[in-house]
């Protein structure tokens, strides 16, 4: 426990601040102070994206702020006694108890219970008046200490734990089961898990609960939740496993709701229970599709059909990444004749009998049939882009079930010439039509096959007929006019596109306007060859105009420290190695803190950049990496120096306009306080 938290992690009766921001802040400066965490921006950007998705604030006066954060060197308690209290979202007030968690990215089991553990204690009124007694911040160790300590459970906890089947009586109480989970499954689950408990032992019902947390999730017997009455999922993120509670009648909330209102949601699994009428947890895994319909009203039709888009994209990556790397690592082996002897090779040579017929490459025969290997294989990979494109678009819009009619449909649109045009249109139609027959009503002995064998056949032939029948041959002919029109583009006209391309890219750093322009570029770069490299320049354009923004601003707190706060120059350094990467999210936190000035600059540098690259007909085989794929980059000289150019136009824009452009005095930028200090 002693790793976890000691006495320089705890400040009493302090002024950290009016809002939950100010707190945050202060407790994240805290803990990298004490040496736990490598930066202060990175562990502050992850804890507030966890707290703006849901408020950690409990009853009792009490809050939680966590996350998991690849900026956090081992796992940490920071506490905050607060004068005067913050809000932090609970129903009854604000909260003067603040217990930060800051979990490494990939912490161990045995931490994750340790701080599972607390957030347990903290909804127990003794511990918690202790915390508010406490005199010295080696009194607050001292209880969290104890409060960490293993010890006997009580009687009821022990009996909870057993499963227990009854059989069934009219006069029996009700078993409800339960599963809690929450986005970094330390706090919220267990709470949640642990107030479900109290409220049920207090209404007379059989209550197990399953908690999917971080660490080893122990699931619920089988003969536990065929006994049950009803189902409780108090969960923020995808239930594993739900198809064990399939027809059950169910009570969904998010997991605070089971923090805050344990005892009326019990008592509305009870109704539920006795309700022959009540929703019930889905069938065939279609419970996505149910809560999306649930939250239709609060979502555009422009937010759904972007969800469903980028979860195709999302699965199709990996396919795109590994496919194009293998395919320049072949190039860079065998030479650029190797796409045409590849397949001549690999039937004729093995590593015993190399080739000696192909026109030797630098790195001799054994050169050429490894170029062979790597390009055939990544070859066959990329050959899956259009299909896993189609069948996880149908995945995102009907589950699992739509996967099957995706993918085939998929393999029709490569086979009918139609690209990912006809991966989107095809994905679509399987996913539509595998959702439709999905919700038939069905009798019960059929349900088992709906999934496997009713659902996948049906939807195959009504999404990839549609293909075969209809839509395949135009959507072909309009991808041959795209890929010809690509291909013929030269000077203005190429430079136009690379300018979109790179304010799309920079205008949000890895939000949806910059990653529709990711998605396009990816989308096509199965398209590329030697023949037509318009789709390999479009992806060199997009990558390098997004590698600009987090290089800019490492240069900016170079050329100009005193514009920039301490953690912000430390932010700095880090941006060298996310830029040179191509993750445009190392200047968020930048933009995050000046917006007005940050965002436009590097929409400036990232235009320039990307007109640069079209007009020189750059190219890159690799959909990420950066300069960590040099071998992938063709005219490697010009992609550097157009990153450069528009690195060094986005690094003084910025600085030009911390200096001049109206802002507040520069002494607000100084670095805060540390958090120990009170006001």
Not at 15 to 33: C, F, N, Q
Not at 35 to 56: C, H, I, M, P, W
Not at 196 to 201: E, G, S, Y
Not at 598 to 603: F, R, T
């Amino acid at each position: 426990m002693t790793t976890l938290i000691n006495d320089d992690l705890v400040i009493l009766d302090a002024d950290l601040g009016t809002d939950t921001t100010s707190v945050i802040r202060h407790l994240a400066e805290l803990v990298a102070k004490n040496g736990r965490a490598s930066e202060v921006e990175g562990l502050f950007a992850d804890a507030l994206a966890r707290e703006q998705k849901t408020s950690t604030g409990v009853p009792g006066g009490i809050a939680i702020p966590h996350c998991r954060s690849g900026a956090v060197l081992e796992a940490t308690l920071a506490m905050a006694r607060l004068k005067p209290a913050v809000d932090f979202g609970a129903k009854d007030g604000p909260a003067d108890i603040v217990f930060f968690i800051a979990a490494p990215a990939g912490a161990d089991n045995e931490h994750l219970k340790l701080l599972s553990k607390l957030a347990r204690s903290l909804i127990k009124k003794d511990f918690t008046a202790a915390l508010r007694a406490a005199a010295t911040p080696a009194d607050i160790v001292a209880l969290v200490a104890d409060a960490l300590a293993d010890k006997p459970k009580p009687a009821a906890a022990q009996e909870a734990a057993v499963p227990e089947v009854a059989a069934p009586s009219a006069s029996r109480r009700k078993r409800i089961v339960a599963v809690t989970a929450c986005p970094t499954g330390i706090a919220h689950t267990y709470m949640a898990a642990d107030s479900l408990v109290a409220a049920a032992q207090e209404a007379g019902v059989e209550l197990q609960v399953e908690t999917q947390g971080s660490g080893a999730v122990t699931p619920l017997d089988p003969a536990v939740i065929a006994a049950a009455d009803a189902v409780i999922f108090a969960v923020d993120v995808d239930v594993r496993g739900k198809e064990r509670f399939a027809g059950k009648p169910l009570v969904s909330s998010p997991v605070k709701r089971g923090i805050d209102e344990p005892a009326k949601m019990i008592q509305e699994a009870v109704a539920a229970a006795d309700n022959p009428n009540a929703h019930r947890v889905p069938h065939f895994g279609a419970e996505e599709a149910a809560e999306q319909k649930a939250a239709a009203s609060g979502e555009s039709l422009g937010a759904k059909i972007k969800k469903v888009l980028l979860t195709g994209v999302s699965y199709m990556i990996p396919f795109v990444a590994g496919g194009g790397l293998l395919i320049a690592l072949g190039f860079l082996l065998g030479g650029f004749e190797i796409a045409g002897a590849a397949d001549k090779i690999l039937a004729s040579s093995s590593l015993g009998n190399l080739p000696t017929e192909y026109p030797l490459h630098a790195l001799g025969p054994l050169g050429a049939y490894l170029g062979a290997v790597a390009f055939k294989i990544g070859g066959l990979s990329m050959a899956f882009l259009v299909p896993a494109l189609a069948g996880y678009i149908a995945f995102g819009i009907a589950d699992r079930p739509g996967i099957a009619p995706g993918f085939t449909a998929g393999a029709i649109a490569v086979f009918m010439g139609a690209g990912f045009l006809g991966g989107l249109v095809g994905g679509i139609l399987a996913g539509l039509a595998a959702y439709w027959i999905g919700s038939w009503k069905v009798p019960r002995w059929l349900r088992g096959l709906m999934p496997v064998v009713i659902i996948p056949l049906l939807g195959s032939i009504i999404a990839s007929g549609a293909m075969l029948l209809f839509l395949g041959a135009p959507i072909a002919a309009l991808t041959v006019g795209l890929n010809n029109w690509l291909t013929g583009m030269s000077g203005a006209s190429a430079v136009v596109l690379g300018i979109i391309l790179g304010l799309m890219m920079c205008f949000d750093l890895g939000g949806p306007v910059n990653k529709v322009a990711y998605a396009f570029a990816v989308a096509g770069l199965g398209a590329g060859s030697i023949a037509n490299q318009a789709p390999w320049e479009i992806m060199a354009t997009v990558m390098a105009a997004g590698m600009v923004p987090p290089l800019a601003m490492a240069l900016a707190t170079v050329l100009d420290k005193k514009r920039f706060s301490l953690a912000e120059r430390e932010n700095g350094k880090a941006a060298w190695l996310l830029g040179a990467s191509f993750i445009s999210e190392g200047a968020i936190p930048f933009a995050a803190a000046d917006p007005l000035r940050v965002i436009p600059a590097s929409m400036l540098g990232g235009a320039i950049t990307g007109a640069m690259t079209m007009a020189f007909h750059v190219t890159s085989q690799a959909p990420h990496g950066g300069f960590f794929v040099f071998f992938a980059i063709g005219n490697l000289g010009m992609f550097a120096l157009s990153i450069l150019v528009g690195t060094v136009v986005a690094a003084f824009s910025v600085v030009a306009l911390k200096r001049w452009a109206v802002r507040k005095p520069v002494d607000t930028l100084a670095a805060p306080q540390p958090a120990g200090v009170a006001a």
